[in-house]
């Protein structure tokens, strides 16, 4: 993530810090052990010792620190599949409930920033979904006629969305959307937690996951977390070795924040129906400007290194529809996993314990998704029954989804072919100081860096999740697995799953 005074942060790194905790030192029990403390794992702990139950939240980073730090902060029930699409792959009755889920969500975020005294810039506004072009309007029709079908007759189609600059021609508005600052909602979220007695440590990386009673969670550092039951909410469940990351599916997404003159842009959020699809919206920046944050140019995890092409395409999109446009303030990606039937999975971990829960498949929309996790699982945890339960299932298989199941599949399947090929470079004596590339080495290759002194830095490019060969990316200076979307940085540690081991190093260079 890179801003122009070359820092690497997001926008909600500038604005608003959660308070660093500790490390875990010594072995403790618990009712309930959280494992990832970003929007998922600290919305099912604040709902839980809501219920009285003791809770213990373990995060490898700060909190916040992950996914949560590089979302645009959308809170919306517009999700990135067409409510006429989720029709035909869950049922009309299964949208509605997705429908309800979502807006539930934004009531719950909404809720809970009132009754904790959270100031995290929470505030409600308008949404608009407009089409690339005219010859798209039959699709606005569609999703209009679905979205009141499926209980949101609020939405209606207008003539244009509020904007001076820039004719979207026919939209739709969807009321009642909000959004938020994320870490300034952690923060409150934390404080809230542990006045209720929840213990929050941090810098604390798990090793191992196992259920039953009791289930129990181990740190590399050899301590132990006793739990009645475990939630795995670290946005690819490093619980689960194969089952959840056939189902889903990692990809890179792209932000720029640009400086407008305050008011200059009328403040709601907008998507447009492309594939991928830009998102939109506005935060404050002082009492002058506001920094317009303008997202899209996905692309599948370890697949592409040419971030700089697509936040340059970012750019012109912008400049192109809104002129007021100045210079480019924040530059950041961030990794969402797209489930194969456009909705999160959330409940009981496939043929795991009964007590370990997973939370994944965020699919672009992790702050509503991360909360409906908190309102379900602790649902399930609390032996309640719930509507959304069968929906979220993470074992359910979806007829409608199958298609995106077996292109994905395939995809990764063709990654493998990676250990025949060449590396990057024939020698590592061409890394220029601050680059990295893959090396063949005999029968096997190495992710090898050269940092900013000259000094090489030799991995073994073998992800350790499924023995995907890495990729270097260089925008973010990381190696990422374009199987399952495990991400390390330069020195091999793991800084996204579902891989839990970091890289091996190379012994004899």
Same mark, same amino acid.
């Given at each position: 993530?890179?801003? *122009?005074?070359?820092?690497?942060?997001?926008?909600?790194?500038?604005?608003?810090?959660?308070?660093?905790?500790?490390?875990?030192?010594? *072995?403790?029990?618990?009712?309930?052990?959280?494992?990832?403390?970003?929007?998922?794992?600290?919305?099912?702990?604040?709902?839980?010792?809501?219920?009285?139950?003791?809770?213990?939240?373990?995060?490898?980073?700060?909190?916040?620190?992950?996914?949560?730090?590089?979302?645009?902060?959308?809170?919306?029930?517009?999700?990135?599949?067409?409510?006429?699409?989720?029709?035909?792959?869950?049922?009309?009755?299964?949208?509605?409930?997705?429908? $309800?889920?979502?807006?539930?969500?934004?009531?719950?975020?909404?809720?809970?920033?009132?009754?904790?005294?959270?100031?995290?810039?929470?505030?409600?506004?308008?949404?608009?979904?407009?089409?690339?072009?005219? &010859?798209?309007?039959?699709?606005?029709?569609?999703?209009?006629?679905?979205?009141?079908?499926?209980?949101?007759?609020?939405?209606?189609?207008?003539?244009?969305?509020?904007?001076?600059?820039?004719?979207? +021609?026919?939209?739709?508005?969807?009321?009642? $959307?909000?959004?938020?600052?994320?870490?300034?909602?952690?923060?409150?979220?934390?404080?809230?937690?542990?006045?209720?007695?929840?213990?929050?440590?941090?810098?604390?990386?798990?090793?191992?996951?196992?259920?039953?009673?009791?289930?129990?969670?181990?740190?590399?550092?050899? &301590?132990?977390?006793?739990?009645?039951?475990?939630?795995?909410?670290? *946005?690819?469940?490093?619980?689960?070795?194969?089952?959840?990351?056939?189902?889903?599916?990692?990809?890179?997404?792209?932000?720029?924040?640009?400086?407008?003159?305050?008011?200059?842009?009328?403040?709601?959020?907008?998507?447009?129906?492309?594939?991928?699809?830009?998102?939109?919206?506005?935060?404050?920046?002082?009492? $002058?400007?506001?920094?317009?944050?303008?997202?899209?140019?996905?692309?599948?995890?370890?697949?592409?290194?040419?971030?700089?092409?697509?936040?340059?395409?970012?750019?012109?999109?912008?400049?192109?529809?809104?002129?007021?446009?100045?210079?480019?303030?924040?530059?950041?990606?961030?990794?969402?996993?797209?489930?194969?039937?456009?909705?999160?999975?959330?409940?009981?971990?496939?043929?795991?314990?009964? *007590?370990?829960?997973?939370?994944?498949?965020?699919?672009?929309? +992790?702050?509503?998704?991360?909360?409906?996790?908190?309102?379900?699982?602790?649902?399930?945890?609390?032996?309640?029954?719930?509507?959304?339960?069968?929906?979220?299932?993470?074992?359910?298989?979806?007829?409608?989804?199958?298609?995106?199941?077996?292109?994905?599949?395939?995809?990764?399947?063709?990654?493998?072919?990676?250990?025949?090929?060449?590396?990057?470079?024939?020698?590592?004596?061409?890394?220029?100081?601050?680059?990295?590339?893959?090396?063949?080495?005999?029968?096997?290759?190495?992710?090898?860096?050269?940092?900013?002194?000259?000094?090489?830095?030799?991995?073994?490019?073998?992800?350790?999740?499924?023995?995907?060969?890495?990729?270097?990316?260089?925008?973010?200076?990381?190696?990422?697995?374009?199987?399952?979307?495990?991400?390390?940085?330069?020195?091999?540690?793991?800084?996204?799953?579902?891989?839990?081991?970091?890289?091996?190093?190379?012994?004899?260079?």
């Amino acid at each position: 993530m890179q801003n *122009n005074s070359g820092k690497t942060t997001s926008i909600w790194m500038t604005t608003a810090r959660v308070p660093e905790q500790l490390a875990l030192t010594e *072995n403790i029990n618990a009712d309930v052990c959280v494992v990832g403390a970003g929007i998922a794992g600290m919305s099912t702990a604040y709902i839980l010792t809501r219920q009285g139950k003791s809770v213990v939240v373990l995060d490898d980073g700060l909190i916040g620190g992950g996914q949560t730090a590089r979302t645009t902060a959308h809170l919306s029930n517009v999700l990135t599949e067409r409510y006429y699409e989720l029709e035909q792959i869950h049922g009309k009755e299964g949208a509605k409930l997705i429908a $309800q889920s979502h807006t539930t969500a934004i009531n719950t975020i909404e809720a809970i920033a009132t009754q904790e005294n959270i100031n995290c810039d929470f505030e409600r506004l308008d949404g608009y979904l407009f089409p690339p072009d005219a &010859k798209s309007l039959d699709e606005i029709q569609h999703e209009l006629e679905a979205a009141h079908r499926v209980g949101l007759t609020n939405v209606e189609m207008v003539k244009k969305a509020p904007l001076t600059d820039f004719d979207t +021609g026919v939209c739709l508005r969807f009321p009642q $959307q909000g959004q938020f600052d994320p870490l300034k909602y952690l923060a409150g979220l934390a404080e809230a937690i542990q006045r209720r007695g929840g213990k929050i440590f941090t810098e604390t990386h798990v090793e191992k996951i196992k259920g039953g009673l009791p289930a129990y969670v181990e740190t590399s550092g050899g &301590k132990l977390v006793t739990a009645d039951a475990v939630v795995v909410a670290t *946005n690819s469940p490093i619980s689960n070795l194969a089952t959840m990351h056939f189902k889903q599916a990692p990809y890179m997404t792209f932000v720029i924040g640009v400086k407008v003159p305050g008011g200059s842009v009328y403040k709601a959020l907008y998507w447009d129906t492309l594939d991928p699809y830009h998102y939109v919206r506005l935060q404050k920046l002082d009492d $002058q400007y506001d920094v317009l944050i303008v997202g899209g140019e996905d692309h599948k995890t370890g697949q592409a290194d040419d971030a700089s092409t697509r936040y340059a395409r970012l750019q012109t999109w912008t400049r192109e529809r809104f002129p007021m446009a100045q210079e480019v303030l924040f530059q950041w990606s961030g990794q969402v996993m797209n489930s194969d039937d456009g909705i999160a999975y959330i409940g009981k971990n496939p043929f795991d314990e009964e *007590n370990v829960y997973i939370v994944t498949g965020d699919t672009g929309i +992790g702050m509503t998704h991360g909360t409906i996790a908190g309102i379900l699982i602790t649902d399930l945890i609390l032996g309640r029954k719930s509507s959304w339960a069968e929906l979220y299932d993470p074992s359910r298989v979806k007829i409608g989804g199958v298609g995106e199941f077996i292109s994905e599949n395939l995809n990764v399947a063709t990654q493998y072919l990676n250990w025949v090929t060449p590396g990057d470079v024939d020698s590592v004596e061409k890394l220029a100081p601050g680059k990295g590339a893959v090396v063949r080495r005999g029968l096997t290759k190495i992710a090898a860096y050269r940092d900013e002194n000259g000094t090489l830095q030799e991995y073994s490019a073998i992800c350790t999740h499924l023995n995907c060969i890495v990729a270097w990316n260089s925008s973010e200076k990381t190696w990422d697995c374009p199987c399952h979307g495990s991400r390390f940085d330069t020195k091999g540690r793991v800084i996204n799953g579902p891989a839990i081991n970091g890289l091996a190093p190379v012994e004899d260079k």
